[in-house]
């Protein structure tokens, strides 16, 4: 199975990789990891918004309400966040 056809585990907590900047743009943003040099486009500005919400939530899904996702749309933000964790993109934030 491919990684991002699973959705991440959405209650746990996760972050932006901290060599990724993020340019928002008006069809969502530009993510670029400056140690893979990859270039990932965010088509949705909601998914930026839950991305950019990561940092402060406890948990994706919680990013994911906070960005606009509504309960029936989890899990394609879920496969969303699993291709940008496939990628480096976005890291499981430590607990401790």
Not at 35 to 53: E, H, M, N, S, Y
């Amino acid at each position: 199975m491919n990684p991002i056809d699973s959705p991440i585990d959405l209650d746990r907590a996760w972050d932006l990789h901290p060599q990724v900047s993020v340019r928002p743009e008006p069809f969502g943003a530009l993510l670029y990891h400056f140690g893979t040099r990859k270039l990932t486009f965010l088509k949705d500005p909601r998914l930026l918004a839950a991305v950019q919400a990561l940092a402060t939530e406890p948990t994706a899904r919680a990013a994911c309400s906070r960005g606009g996702a509504m309960e029936s749309e989890l899990p394609r933000f879920g496969r969303a966040l699993a291709a940008l964790a496939s990628s480096s993109m976005v890291v499981q934030r430590s607990t401790s």
